[in-house]
């Protein structure tokens, strides 16, 4: 891999520990002003130094992130539906690659859609930014997404989607965490980080479902709703993080979110 491009994974994969913790904060470009993200930069700003990499659009990197932040961003630039339009798969590119560059990007991002009828043209939309990727040495974030079809995030499927990504040439790929998850990752040759999807009951479930992510081979997580529609978001990203750096055990990064949670709610008290 040419410097340019590994040294901005590097920013973004750990290299002490090959994983991340990514703070996906993109949802808006289909799904609107969802509940506990309705302010961007409120949401953003404290969870940012607590971060390997962000994922905005953007429209709410320009509008909501602070630019003396060193915290590599993984711009999404794939987009063109909502969640009221007739169909999720139907995306196109929506950010110019001299764009993401003026942006100074550490890596950039589009969903794909196998399966579905607009499986040829995501595919090719991941193409066409892993040739613009190779130009500049911007490495490239497949999202193996699945629309409202969640059903769809069983091992062979997820495993079917990231390899394609990994063959099309994206250099790391998110999806979603299955039963048998060692399976999606054995079948594919570059990083695999899991988003977290929707909230989970507990904050103990989501640092389960990383842990396991982590025991299986994934490089960590890009998580959004479990982490900033959590009451503590704070507590509650520095406790994924122990789970995906450190090898914590969902107990212990459980018995430190309780620990952050009541330091946070004395801070408040005091207020
Ligand atoms: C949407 C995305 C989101 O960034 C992704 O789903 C991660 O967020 P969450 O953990 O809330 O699922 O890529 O297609």
Not at 16 to 21: A, D
Not at 88 to 102: K, Q
Not at 130 to 146: D, E, F, K, M, S
Not at 216 to 241: E, L
Request: proline share 6%; net charge negative.
């Amino acid at each position: 891999m040419d410097w340019g491009m590994q040294n901005r994974l590097n920013r973004i994969i750990r290299p002490e520990t090959g994983r991340t913790v990514m703070l996906a904060v993109d949802h808006g470009y289909f799904l609107g002003a969802m509940s506990r993200i309705e302010n961007p930069a409120t949401t953003i700003e404290p969870l940012l130094p607590h971060c390997d990499a962000l994922m905005p659009t953007r429209g709410v990197l320009r509008t909501s992130v602070d630019p003396a932040t060193d915290t590599p961003i993984v711009l999404r630039v794939s987009g063109g539906n909502s969640i009221a339009g007739p169909n999720l798969a139907d995306e196109g590119i929506t950010v110019d690659f001299e764009d993401a560059i003026r942006l100074n990007v550490a890596a950039v991002a589009l969903s794909i859609y196998v399966g579905t009828n607009y499986e040829n043209q995501t595919l090719l939309n991941l193409s066409e930014l892993v040739n613009n990727g190779q130009t500049y040495g911007i490495p490239v974030l497949a999202v193996t997404a699945v629309g409202k079809e969640l059903e769809k995030r069983d091992a062979r499927y997820l495993k079917l989607c990231c390899r394609i990504a990994a063959e099309l040439g994206a250099a790391f790929v998110k999806t979603y965490y299955c039963d048998d998850f060692e399976q999606v990752v054995a079948g594919c040759p570059v990083p695999v980080v899991i988003a977290g999807g929707p909230k989970l009951k507990t904050e103990l479930d989501a640092m389960k479902m990383a842990h396991d992510a982590i025991s299986r081979g994934a490089a960590g997580v890009d998580m959004g709703r479990n982490i900033w529609q959590s009451d503590f978001p704070v507590p509650m990203i520095r406790a994924v993080r122990e789970v995906v750096h450190n090898n914590a055990t969902p107990e212990e990064a459980h018995e430190l979110f309780r620990q952050l949670k009541s330091e946070a709610r004395k801070e408040t008290a005091k207020i």
